[in-house]
Each structure stands twice: as C-alpha cells, then as structure tokens.
C-alpha cells in the first residue's frame, strides 16, 4: 500500500513535444505529491509539488495534474527542451515524513 | 544558495569493513535523512532524524545501520560489516521542519563494495 508506480519508464521527446509521466498512489493517506529531477552523478531537486486540495499546478513549462479519485497524478513538461533530458521521479508522502519515490522516468528530448 | 554537502563522493570498501558517509545538512534545516539509490533503480528511505533521535526508520535500516549527529553541523550514517548488496548510491537529505516542506538532497556517496 505504500508503493507509488511510475510510467513510462523511458520516455523520448522531440524538441517543443510535451513530455507527459504519470503516476498512481494506493495509500490514501498520501497527501503531498512532489516531482524529482535527477541528472546523472547528482542528488533529486525538487521540481514542482502538489497537495490534494487542488486538481493542478502550474510552474513555468511544467504542471502537475492531480485526480484525488482516482489515486493518480502526471507530470506534464510542455515545450520540452534538451535541457530537460534526465531521470525524473514522482514521490509522495503524508504523516510519516519519507518520500515514497516511484521508479523514475528517464526522459531523452532529441534537438 | 545553500546546500546539502555530502563527503566523500565515492567510497570503495572491502566485504565486512565498517564505513562512515558523512553530510553536513543546511544549517538552518531541523530533519535529516539518508536515503539509497541501487544502481537504475528508485530511490528508497532509510531513516530520519530529528531532535538527536531517530524518528523514523525503513526495513532496510536494520542493526548493521546507524546515524548521529555527532556535533552542530554533520549528520552521519554509519554501516557496520558492509556487504555486497550495499553496493548503492547514498543521499543525504535535509528539510526546515515544517510539515511536508522540501527535502534538499545532496549530491550523494556512491558506495562500492568489494
């Protein structure tokens, strides 16, 4: 109950695509959903994080969507960039302070 | 813009040995975590501390883990008889303390056992 899946695994994005990651959520008493970037030999910086008191949240090229029903919630990068390529993680977590991290997605946007 | 500084960056022991991975969290962060990486795989909770204390731990962190905070500004974590299987990258995260707010990871201890 304290897993969080991630989709896709890999995942490769012309340049100006929109790179989409989802992830889905079994533990109910999740209630903070943050997204990770990791570029290789570095530690995860938090991207963009969302609570469940809100379907979306946008930050610059990238939003969150968030469907509580559901247990699900997706990375959306519009206009994605080289720049972007790295491994990305979905994460949550509620009263007990860790993260759950999913599998990570490793995102190739080709120029 | 202040960061999470993790010593060394890569560590190779031998089977058995005893090791020590060393963070200096940011200075004005009350929780601390180390957190592991096995190679292509997802990043998995150890163990936090807040206060001088463990306040949470995983299944991973058995008896051959610790941690201390031996002084104001470095978090350790220590792994006794080292195996194989520890083989991992090893990150140090510290966040100010308020409910849910940010982890800051540092850039990790890759360790090699041998």
């Known amino acids: 109950q304290q897993q969080v899946k991630q989709s896709p695994q890999s995942l490769i994005v012309q340049k100006g695509g929109i790179s989409i990651i989802n992830c889905a959520y079994e533990?109910?008493?999740?209630?903070?959903f943050p997204w990770y970037q990791q570029f290789p030999g570095k530690g995860p910086a938090l991207l963009i994080a969302?609570?469940?008191?809100?379907s979306e949240k946008k930050e610059g090229r990238f939003t969150i969507s968030f469907n509580k029903s559901a247990k699900q919630f997706s990375l959306h990068i519009m206009d994605s960039q080289p720049g972007d390529s790295a491994t990305y993680f979905c994460?949550?977590?509620?009263?007990?302070?860790?993260?759950?991290f999913g599998s990570g997605t490793q995102l190739t946007v080709l120029p | 813009e202040p960061e999470v500084t993790q010593t060394p960056s890569h560590q190779v022991t031998q089977m058995g040995q005893e090791v020590i991975l060393r963070c200096v969290p940011i200075?004005?962060?009350?929780?601390f975590y180390w957190y592991r990486q096995i190679l292509g795989q997802k990043v998995e909770f150890l163990v936090s501390?807040?206060?001088?204390?463990?306040?949470?731990k995983s299944e991973i962190f058995d008896d051959q883990f610790s941690v201390e905070r031996p002084d104001g500004s470095n978090f350790t974590l220590k792994i006794r008889s080292t195996k194989l299987e520890d083989s991992a990258m090893y990150f140090c995260?510290?966040?100010?303390?308020?409910?849910?707010?940010?982890?800051?990871f540092g850039n990790g201890t890759r360790l090699t056992v041998t």
């Open positions: 995260a510290s966040s100010p303390g308020q409910y849910n707010s940010p982890l800051h």
């Open positions: 969302i609570r469940p008191d809100v």
């Open positions: 994460a949550a977590s509620g009263s007990a302070r860790q993260l759950t």
């Open positions: 501390f807040y206060n001088n204390e463990i306040s949470e």
């Open positions: 200075s004005n962060h009350l929780y």
């Open positions: 533990n109910t008493a999740f209630d903070y």
